[in-house]
C-alpha cells in the first residue's frame, strides 16, 4: 500500500485534480474520515412568493396528501418539512418605501433591513450561509459555494431605488459585499475540478478543445493504478463518482454545442451567455448535479442557489406559461393569473424533487445517503406574489443532517425566519447566540 497515498485523496493529470470522495482501503492519515461526521447545509431560493392556498397543507403535524404545489415532493415526505407562519420583519419597508423584491433577497439570510441606495453605498449584513461557512468550511477547498440560475446585475437602480446588488445576491460575505453567484455550469465545473496553475489550466484547456477529450481522460492512469489499491466497495464507488463527473462534463459539452448550432441572430447589446443552457430546466438540473458532486467529494459544505433574481419576470412556456412570472404574481385574484403562478411554483418544486432524489440516491463516506448529512431550505423572502407581504412566508426544511424529525407541518405564529437558521446554526454545530433579528431557537 502507498503510504503518501490517504484516504482523501485525488486523481491529477495536465492541468487538472479531480478530488475524490472518502475510500475505506486506502490508507488512514487521521483516526476518523473528516467528513464522516460532516454537517452540511443548503439554501436555495425562489422569486415572487407563492400562490399559498396550493402551497399550505390542511393540517398542522404529520404530513398526509400534500397540496397541489408540493406534490412532486411525495416521494420524499419522510425526508421534510413544511414550516408556516415565519415572517421577515426586514422586508417590510420599515419606513422606505416601495421596494419589496430587493429587501426580500437581500434579507432572506440576514435578517437585516438593506439601505437604500442604487449607488455604491450598499449595506445589508452578513448571510447565514457566510456564518456556518465559518464554521464548517474550515477543513474544505471552498467554504462556500454560490450558485445561480440568473446573473443579474450588482450596480444600477433595479427596485424602486434599490441597488440590483440587492435583488441579485442572496449570499453576503460583509454587511457591505455581497458574494457574486456563478451561473455558467462550464465555469462552476472548473473551478470545482481545475488546477489553480494557470499555465496548466490554459494548456488543459487547449487540449480539450482540441482533442474533444474529458477532463477524466487526462487522470485516466493515476485512476487504473489508484483501483489497484482498492477493495470492491471502493472500487464500486470511484467508478460510480466518476461517472457522475463525467455525465456532468458530457451535459456541458452538450449545451457548448447545442449553443454552437443556433442560427445566429441579431446580437443583443450585452455578453453572449458561455456554456449556459437555453433550457431553464435543464440549467437548474445541471446546477443541482454540480451541487452533489461537490458535496461528494467533500469540496464545499455549504451552498446557496436562487432559482431566480426576485423580482424575476422569466416566462416559463415550456410549462405552458409564456407570461413572465412576476407579472403572473400580482394576479389580482383572477383564476387564469392564480393558476399561472401555480404552475410556476410547482415546476421550481420539481426541481427540488430532482435535487433531493440525487442527494437521497448518493452515498455518504459512511455509507448513508447525502441526503442524511445536510439540512436544506428552501423558500422566498414574499409570501403571496400580489400582497408583497412577507409574513406566512412559503418555506421548507428538507434533509436529516440534525436528525430531527421530519415529514411534519409545524406551524408558528409570526416567528423570525432568522429563528429557524439560529436552530440550524446549534445542530450543526456553528452555534451563536444570535443572528440577524433573531428572538430565539425556534423548534424544529
Not at 412532486?72 to 419522510?78: E, G, H, Q, S, V
Not at 477543513?139 to 445561480?148: A, H
Not at 496548466?200 to 477524466?216: D, G, M, P, W
Request: hydrophobic share 35%; aromatic share 6%; proline share 6%.
Amino acid at each position: 500500500m502507498n503510504p503518501n497515498i490517504t484516504r482523501r485523496t485525488a486523481l491529477k493529470g495536465l492541468g487538472t485534480v479531480i478530488a475524490l470522495p472518502w475510500l475505506e482501503s486506502l490508507a488512514v492519515a487521521a483516526p476518523t474520515a473528516p467528513s464522516a461526521t460532516a454537517k452540511r447545509l443548503a439554501f436555495l431560493y425562489v422569486p415572487n412568493g407563492a400562490h399559498m392556498a396550493d402551497w399550505t397543507p390542511a393540517a398542522e403535524g404529520k404530513l398526509g396528501t400534500l397540496p397541489k404545489t408540493l406534490a412532486p415532493l411525495d416521494a420524499f415526505k419522510d425526508h421534510f418539512s413544511v414550516i408556516s407562519g415565519l415572517k421577515l420583519d426586514k422586508a417590510n419597508a420599515n419606513g422606505d418605501g416601495p421596494g419589496d423584491h430587493a429587501r426580500a433577497m437581500s434579507s432572506f439570510l440576514t435578517g437585516r433591513q438593506a439601505r437604500k441606495t442604487h449607488g455604491a453605498d450598499i449595506r445589508v449584513g452578513k448571510s447565514a450561509d457566510q456564518h456556518a461557512a465559518g464554521v464548517l468550511g474550515v477543513d474544505t477547498r471552498f467554504p462556500s459555494l454560490e450558485l445561480g440560475i440568473e446573473r443579474g446585475g450588482q450596480a444600477g437602480n433595479c427596485d424602486s431605488g434599490y441597488s440590483c446588488a440587492y435583488s441579485s445576491n442572496l449570499s453576503w460575505r460583509s454587511e457591505i459585499t455581497p458574494n457574486a453567484k456563478e451561473t455558467d455550469p462550464k465555469a462552476v465545473f472548473q473551478r470545482l475540478f481545475g488546477n489553480n496553475d494557470p499555465k496548466q489550466v490554459s494548456e488543459a484547456r487547449a487540449k480539450t478543445e482540441l482533442y474533444n477529450k474529458s477532463i477524466l481522460d487526462f487522470v485516466l492512469d493515476d485512476a487504473k493504478s489508484l483501483t489497484t489499491q482498492l477493495g470492491q466497495g471502493d472500487q464500486r464507488k470511484l467508478d460510480e463518482y466518476l461517472s457522475a463527473v463525467r455525465e456532468v462534463e458530457q451535459q456541458i459539452e452538450k449545451t457548448k454545442r447545442a449553443n454552437a448550432d443556433r442560427k445566429p441572430v441579431a446580437k443583443p447589446d450585452m455578453a453572449p451567455p458561455a456554456g449556459v443552457p437555453k433550457d431553464v430546466k435543464e440549467h437548474i438540473r445541471l446546477m443541482c448535479d454540480l451541487m452533489v458532486l461537490a458535496y461528494q467529494a467533500d469540496l464545499t459544505r455549504v451552498v446557496t442557489l436562487p432559482l431566480a433574481d426576485d423580482g424575476s419576470n422569466r416566462p416559463y412556456p415550456l410549462i405552458g406559461v409564456p407570461e413572465g412570472h412576476h407579472d403572473c404574481s400580482h394576479h389580482g385574484k383572477n383564476a387564469d393569473k392564480q393558476a399561472k403562478i401555480q404552475k410556476i411554483n410547482t415546476f421550481h418544486i420539481e426541481q427540488v424533487a430532482y435535487l433531493v432524489g440525487k442527494l437521497k440516491s448518493t452515498k455518504d463516506v459512511n455509507g448513508a445517503s447525502l441526503l442524511d448529512s445536510l439540512l436544506m431550505v428552501y423558500g422566498a423572502g414574499i409570501g403571496d406574489g400580489d400582497r408583497h407581504n412577507h409574513d406566512d412566508l412559503p418555506i421548507l426544511l428538507i434533509g436529516n443532517g440534525a436528525k430531527i424529525q421530519t415529514g411534519r407541518h409545524l406551524k408558528y405564529d409570526n416567528v423570525p425566519l432568522m429563528n429557524l437558521y439560529l436552530s440550524m446554526f446549534e445542530k450543526v454545530g456553528a452555534p451563536t447566540k444570535s443572528f440577524g433579528d433573531s428572538t430565539g431557537l425556534l423548534k424544529i
